[in-house]
């Protein structure tokens, strides 16, 4: 595997012209293949590991090349690298850190397929999507996604489908 096909190397956010579809997963309208629960509390992790909490390169070998790294001596920077800050880093506010990294502000990364699925980031390469989202309506989003595994008792490898709208 080269390096460029690893998380850590997300795909450029230029247009370069030989763009294709997303086959994602879990959209009833769509026919789509239905998303599977994963074991609570460890695929969500996996996933997440996926666009977040990595050391990222993006754009190597352009003009725009940027590495946002993890310093040994400050761990919990991790938390402060994903995606949504590379694709849509005017959903976050400046100032941004001396390493040119955005800091969180109100704003969070979403992710779907949901990362409690065996079909999310890990599983999924690029056929996911990530968007930065107000943090407490993700948070919501979190807590509501739960509920609906409780109460429909949708445990660790039940199938299911979601309406999604644009």
């Known amino acids: 595997m080269s390096p460029q096909s690893t998380p850590s190397y997300p795909p450029t956010r230029n247009p370069l012209g030989n763009e294709q579809n997303k ?8 026919k789509s293949d239905p998303l599977t629960r994963g074991k609570p509390g460890v695929i969500n992790t996996e996933n ?3 666009f977040s909490r990595i050391e990222m390169h993006m754009d190597v070998g352009t003009p725009q090349e940027k590495h946002l790294l ?4 400050r761990p919990r920077h ?3 690298i ?6 849509m880093p005017q959903k976050y506010p ?5 390493d040119g990294l955005p800091p969180g502000g109100p704003n969070s990364c979403d ?32 807590r509501m996604l739960e509920t ?6 949708a445990g660790e490898g039940n199938r299911f489908w979601v309406l999604t709208e644009d």
């Open 48 to 50: 997440r590991l996926h």
């Open 94 to 98: 400046a100032p941004f850190r001396a």
């Open 111 to 142: 992710e779907y397929p949901f990362a409690a699925t065996l079909e999310g980031a890990k599983a999924a390469k690029v056929h996911f999507s990530v968007r930065a989202v107000n943090a407490a309506h993700n948070s919501l989003q979190g």
């Open 70 to 73: 993890i310093p040994p001596e």
């Open 148 to 153: 609906f595994f409780t109460d429909f008792r």
């Open 82 to 87: 994903n995606y949504c800050k590379y694709y």
């Open 23 to 30: 086959n994602i997963p879990g959209n009833w309208l769509a």
């Open 78 to 80: 991790a938390f402060s």
